[in-house]
């Protein structure tokens, strides 16, 4: 157990988030955002906000920053605000004014008078079901794939021929990412370019980013964002504060903080996908899946910039079937950009595919673990290559008997005045890694340095570079420096994709390595301490022929500062042996009360194969986080977007979250199985699997309760009347 390195700077105010930087000169900009979904913006009467106290300049689409568009290969392109007067969706980021304050740039943009040309709006995702468009390829699958068994003709004919079959529609809400942080950034020009603090996922893709859209080179951009107050999918692209601000912190030569308000983030950022998902099984009397068919729609704002993924993430790979078929389609509307969010594609791909095993399970009149664990997968359907390691079957053994499974009626019981029900649901996220490069450096006071230019946006990653480079140094961790949150350091790559343990992890065990064996040539090169003798590394010290220094000693000795080294990993060749995916089984007890229907839900546990576990204080934390959203989801969340495209609950006072109160005390349990033929490290990661079918243990749970099937989520009191 290790405690958060980052922890006490948190907890204590001393950690410097984006917003908190000021600097000698520092204006304020605040963003104006559009008021109609879909237009033209006419005319934008500036007058009376240029002439008001402190204001310094008014941007807009007719007097703009230049800003260009940033393509990254893993994000695609990036929207950048103010390049034409097309309105895409309401709230969308038109303008910014900038003041010698906060409150005279806010106070001006509310005097800045916008004008539309207003066209027809299309906000609503079963509106637009009849204007679906096939969703481009992801995952390295196209729109729709089938895999059909030898002699089978068609999935429907596969599914006609099964005796028991589930047909059911279910729908996801769409969600707003609501990270603690709010976007932000300060922007400083100097004689080397910029500088910029805004929390990010990755500072080395936001100083690509802001370098293609300023125009400058990559290396005059320097990116900093050592902390961040959460991201999950939410800061992996450059944001409009940051890209505004750095634009006219170079145009006005002042530093320029631009941070949105809690209300802005709703909109001026991006959130979930609503989804509407259409699963037919077929399945024989003892439960074998014979046919399984996904089709997928989602919401996707106008520039079309993002699929949620929720055919390609669960029913692709989940379970054994022999007739598969999966379609997703995406529909344009003017509602705020989508974009990836913790598990994108399986957290509501897991709820519908989940359910639909569920009501499979009482059709069949089996229980619902057995139905899984009939149907375990040794690979994707139509893939040969097998998981590389898979204890599912485990998960569910150990999770039924931890939460007490076998007393579950498949009626459900009662309590008093509360129904109570038991809710189960598998959990899966990939196995991925990145490329990422990390330089570890051996210091002669006895200590290391280990650098990457990747994030951590609460995760847990700082903490992770100093056991992991503890480790593969063979000394303590409490000596190894952790360094992260900054463009000039190697490239580390995204924390995304629940990747970055593993991907750093691996460069550090190789830069290590490294950095040992120059160390020990050292040690025996000519007029060194150990010269021509055969050198060992052990426990932070260099041994020969009964003698032993420390690294640090034998540096004091050469007279050398240092021994810095990098090494990089990558995915390789693992890629074509095996496939690659963490695992786990959620499970929750909900209560409804009879009269009144509220929804509490009374235990929950989560337990999980994500290969090695590095620390785990954090890695709890991790899934509990999840879990957490995941009942959010279930019963919280869900933006309510206007006909005119206005969220009408887009602020904290009114978009529900859990509190305390709402979450009992959260189990969680890894079976803990090492994954070395997926990376160096064994790590298979933890950052996203923890949300994953949770929602569904608990429509599963509210439907052992209750006899109801609710289809949709969030759940609500009135679903339940
Ligand atoms: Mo996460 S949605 O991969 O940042």
Redesign the pocket.
């Known amino acids: 157990m290790t405690s958060r390195l980052d922890g006490p700077l948190k907890v204590t105010g001393r950690a410097e988030y984006g917003a908190d930087h000021n600097f000698p000169g520092l204006v304020h900009g605040y963003v104006v955002l559009s008021t109609i979904a879909h237009g033209e913006i006419e005319a934008m009467e500036v007058t009376a906000a240029k002439g008001a106290p402190g204001v310094l300049a008014v941007y807009s689409p007719f007097d703009p920053l230049e800003l260009r568009t940033p393509a990254t290969a893993f994000l695609g392109d990036t929207w950048v605000p103010l390049q034409d007067k097309e309105v895409a969706y309401y709230g969308q980021p038109i303008g910014f004014v900038v003041a010698e304050t906060y409150e005279q740039a806010r106070d001006a943009a509310m005097l800045v008078a916008v004008t539309y040309r207003a066209r027809p709006a299309l906000t609503s995702l079963q509106d637009g079901l009849a204007s679906a468009e096939d969703a481009p390829a992801s995952r390295g699958v196209p729109a729709s794939l089938e895999v059909l068994a030898p002699g089978v003709e068609s999935i429907e004919d596969a599914l006609a021929a099964s005796p028991v079959v589930v047909d059911a529609t279910y729908s996801t809400a769409t969600q707003n990412h609501a990270a603690m942080e709010p976007h932000s950034a300060v922007a400083v020009w100097g004689p080397d370019g910029l500088t910029i603090h805004s929390g990010n996922?990755g500072s080395d893709i936001q100083a690509a980013e802001l370098a293609t859209a300023l125009d400058t080179k990559p290396s005059e951009v320097h990116a900093v964002n050592p902390f961040v107050g959460g991201?999950?999918?939410g800061k992996?692209r450059t944001s409009t504060p940051a890209f505004l601000a750095a634009a006219a912190a170079r145009v006005l030569d002042r530093p320029v903080k631009a941070a949105l308000s809690r209300e802005q983030v709703f909109t001026a950022t991006a959130g979930r996908a609503a989804t509407v998902q259409k699963i037919s099984l077929g399945a024989e009397h003892d439960g074998t899946l014979n046919a399984l068919r996904h089709d997928s729609w989602c919401s996707t704002p106008a520039d079309r910039s993002f699929v949620e993924p929720t055919s390609h993430g669960t029913s692709r790979e989940w379970y054994a079937t022999r007739n598969l078929a999966i379609s997703q389609k995406m529909v344009p509307l003017n509602i705020p950009p989508t974009t990836?969010?913790?598990?994108?594609g399986e957290a509501p791909g897991s709820f519908a595919l989940e359910s639909a095993i569920d009501e499979l399970a009482v059709a069949l009149a089996m229980d619902p673990i057995e139905l899984r664990q009939r149907n375990n997968s040794n690979a994707p359907p139509g893939n040969d290559l097998q998981w590389s390691s898979k204890h599912l079957d485990e998960c569910f053994r150990v999770g039924a008997a931890r939460f007490g499974w076998a007393d579950r009626s498949p009626q459900g019981r009662t309590d008093g005045d509360w129904l109570v029900g038991m809710g189960t649901a598998t959990a899966m996220f990939p196995a991925l890694r990145f490329p990422a490069t990390v330089e570890v450096t051996l210091l002669p006071d006895d200590t290391a340095v280990v650098a990457t230019s990747g994030a951590d946006p609460g995760t847990g990653l700082l903490t992770v570079l100093s056991l992991v480079g503890g480790e593969s140094l063979d000394i303590s961790p409490d000596r190894v420096v952790p360094r992260l949150g900054d463009s000039t350091l190697p490239p580390g790559g995204m924390?995304?994709?629940?990747t970055a343990t593993a991907s750093a992890g691996s460069a550090i065990m190789i830069a290590a390595a490294k950095a040992i064996d120059d160390l020990v040539k050292l040690a025996a090169a000519p007029g060194a301490p150990f010269a021509g003798e055969d050198v060992s590394y052990a426990d932070g010290r260099v041994f020969a022929e009964g003698r032993t220094m420390t690294f640090g000693e034998l540096l004091r000795a050469l007279n050398r500062p240092s021994i810095s080294v990098t090494g990089s990993s990558a995915p390789g060749e693992e890629l074509t042996k095996h496939s690659f995916s963490s695992f786990g089984a959620q499970f929750c007890e909900v209560r409804v009360h009879k009269w009144t229907r509220e929804i509490r839900v009374s235990r929950m546990l989560g337990v999980f194969d994500a290969g090695r576990i590095i620390n785990s204080t954090a890695a709890r934390s991790q899934i509990v986080g999840g879990m957490i959203w995941g009942v959010s989801a279930a019963l919280h969340e869900g933006l309510e977007i206007e006909a005119n495209g206005r969220l009408a609950n887009g602020d904290f006072a009114s978009y529900l979250i859990p509190v305390n109160a709402d979450i009992p005390e959260v189990d969680v349990h890894f079976v803990e199985y090492p994954d070395t033929l997926h990376n160096p490290v064994g790590a298979k990661g933890i950052?996203?699997i923890g949300t994953v079918g949770m929602a569904a243990a608990v429509a599963n749970a509210v439907h052992n309760a209750t006899g109801i099937r609710v289809r949709h989520i969030p759940i609500q009191i009135e679903d339940l009347l």
């Open positions: 996922q991201a999950f999918g992996g990836f969010m913790r598990a994108p924390s995304g994709g629940s950052g996203e």
